[in-house]
């Protein structure tokens, strides 16, 4: 990959275009939609207060005929406006209108509990659902709210519960994603925010990465108390609520809404631990890339090494994409023309836009609209794969009922990730430099490590919290040992534990959340299930791809074991997770010998 270096563009051309969905909360065809949604919610609730016993084929299909109006109505305005505020943080419209909508949707707790109850109520479920085409849709639906019955609490309860939880748990997650976002810390003279301390870890000078590193601890000391209450709290609510529910644990609970077994997490995570030693060497041939010996600084894991190409513009990186991914599926690259021509991307970087990139599908216009930061190097076109595979998973799925849409937590990173291992191994062989590729590499086994070593980390550590705020309280410095010691179990002599970063429960979002405990397994998960579907599609060539696209339909509506059993992969089977974590041993392996060839 070799361009000449061109100024980025930044202009309305490369902002999102949100007028397919509304032209603003001003529109008439918004306030309509509020008020049909808000009339929905009433004949949703009203309905659910008179549940029919001796009719329910009738029942269940005005249920589901109920929701999925509250769907078609409720999801647009809340893409609307979650979009608008993603570029704005200070949009305060957009922010007010939001709130609204959770709290208009918190009315429906209720009425949601007593449907689902009535569905485990319902005799000879398959026979009613046999008798009924439109129920015959949702036959996978049904049984998994039939089997969630089990957990759900009196109607009333429920209800309290929703609403408690806007002033509990969602509360205590707003305080620490606030308290992260505005404090600062003195570096070098300025003041700094955390975020820009953490984005210094990427720079080329070794002092710059040290000092910001030093700072940004200093950042999480002034915040470690409040935030200690905020996760001690939060987590003491999803004990109650699991044990309220009759749950086994958090992590069963988990389990069950990701639509994936015990066994299967288990297999991933011994395949996991016995590669770990691998990551070790990458490590620390990583510290002797960097001039020293032994366990890399902590502040050296983003450090970059060799060469990465930069300066690329937008129309570049959709010439490279579409070079790339149109010989593998038409439909995709067809797909990708359409998100650049119709403005489905959000690219550059400007005030009040958040950080990061992600994807958002949005059904109800049949497109997704993409954020990304997109700076001109060849990462940023890996982000834009990888943003866009989200996006194709979202088309193959459109055409699916209201509620059939939605994939669980393990399989969301199936494409994306598939998407960003294709661009990667194309810029890899592409590459003539010793030194591109060592940068290459290097950025895929950051990327991979993080996934592997430091998921593994934030799970055992998350288990320790649970297990801890179930009878007592963990001040700050019991966290910051205990997360000490899963970054031991984790990274073992790959880093120096001298330099660990004890703080890391402050900063990750991914902890504080009422409803999405364990929010980093399914990250391994993702990666590995890629790099195995990838080897794959490598043995069987264009045949693969019909599986595939079978694979990712399948995501919303089986669990995640029927859903690979479609490309002929038993997840229950240490073995599968081993021959994808070959793939990045191999990787690994190469990277090290780069890595000695540099240092002759």
Avoid at 59 to 67: G, N, S
Avoid at 125 to 131: C, G, H, S, T, Y
Avoid at 244 to 257: H, V, Y
Avoid at 577 to 591: A, P
Wanted: glycine residues 6%.
């Amino acid at each position: 990959m070799n361009t000449e270096t061109k100024p980025l563009q930044n202009s309305a051309d490369y902002e999102w275009d949100l007028s397919p969905l509304f032209s603003g909360t001003d529109d008439p065809k918004f306030t309509e939609a509020m008020e049909a949604l808000r009339r929905t919610v009433r004949d949703y609730n009203a309905f659910a207060a008179a549940l029919d016993a001796a009719a329910p084929g009738a029942t269940l299909h005005r249920a589901l005929e109920l929701e999925e109006r509250l769907t078609e109505l409720a999801m647009p305005l809340f893409h609307y406006v979650v979009l608008r505020s993603s570029v704005n943080t200070q949009d305060a419209e957009a922010v007010s209108c939001e709130g609204r909508l959770q709290r208009l949707m918190s009315d429906t707790s209720a009425a949601n509990a007593a449907v689902q109850a009535y569905i485990g109520r319902v005799q000879d479920l398959d026979a009613v659902i046999d008798a009924d085409p439109f129920l015959a849709e949702y036959r996978f639906l049904l049984h998994e709210r039939r089997q969630r019955a089990k957990y759900t609490l009196e109607e009333k309860v429920e209800e309290v519960l929703a609403k408690l939880d806007l002033s509990g748990g969602s509360a205590w997650g707003n305080l620490q994603a606030y308290l992260t976002s505005i404090v600062t810390e003195d570096y070098r003279g300025e003041q700094r925010t955390l975020t820009e301390l953490r984005s210094l870890a990427y720079d080329a000078d070794p002092a710059v990465r040290k000092d910001a590193y030093d700072a940004e601890l200093a950042c999480y000391a002034r915040i470690k108390d409040a935030v200690c209450f905020a996760l001690n709290s939060l987590k003491q609510q999803v004990n109650t609520e699991c044990a309220l529910r009759g749950g086994e644990s958090p992590l069963a609970m988990t389990l069950m809404q990701s639509r994936m077994k015990r066994e299967t997490l288990d297999a991933m995570l011994t395949a996991l631990q016995e590669y770990l030693p691998t990551f070790w060497k990458y490590l620390r041939g990583k510290a002797k890339a960097l001039g020293y010996e032994g366990g890399l600084k902590w502040w050296d894991l983003f450090a970059p090494l060799g060469k990465l190409e930069s300066g690329y513009t937008v129309e570049q990186a959709k010439d490279y994409l579409l070079s790339h991914f149109r010989p593998f599926a038409g439909d995709l690259a067809d797909m990708m023309e359409q998100a650049f021509s119709e403005r489905w991307i959000d690219f550059f970087p400007r005030p009040g836009k958040v950080g990061g990139a992600f994807c958002m599908n949005v059904p109800s216009i049949r497109a997704s609209r993409i954020l990304t930061n997109f700076d001109g190097g060849v990462g940023e076109i890996a982000t834009l794969a990888h943003e866009l595979g989200h996006a194709y998973h979202g088309m193959l799925i459109e055409n699916n009922r209201p509620l059939n849409r939605e994939y669980t937590m393990p399989v969301a990173e199936t494409a994306s990730t598939f998407n960003e291992v294709v661009i990667m191994d194309a810029v890899l062989q592409e590459a003539d430099d010793p030194q591109v590729k060592l940068g290459l590499l290097e950025r895929q086994l950051c990327d991979v490590t993080q996934i592997m070593c430091d998921i593994l980390s934030r799970y055992w550590f998350e288990t320790a919290v649970f297990e801890k705020t179930e009878s007592g309280f963990a001040f700050p410095d019991e966290l910051c040992e205990m997360m000490k010691t899963a970054q031991l179990r984790g990274y073992g002599d790959g880093l120096d534990p001298e330099t660990f970063n004890p703080y890391m429960w402050v900063c990750k979002s991914h902890y504080y959340s009422s409803q999405l405990s364990f929010y980093n397994f399914p990250y391994a998960f993702g990666g590995l299930f890629a790099a195995g579907l990838y080897a794959q599609y490598r043995k069987e060539g264009e045949a693969f791809l019909p599986k595939y696209r079978r694979l990712l339909r399948a995501t919303a509506d089986h669990t995640v074991e029927d859903t690979a059993a479609v490309a002929g992969i038993d997840l229950t089977d240490p073995d599968f997770w081993r021959g994808s974590l070959e793939i990045y041993k191999g990787k690994i392996e190469e990277f090290l010998t780069l890595v000695d060839a540099s240092d002759k």
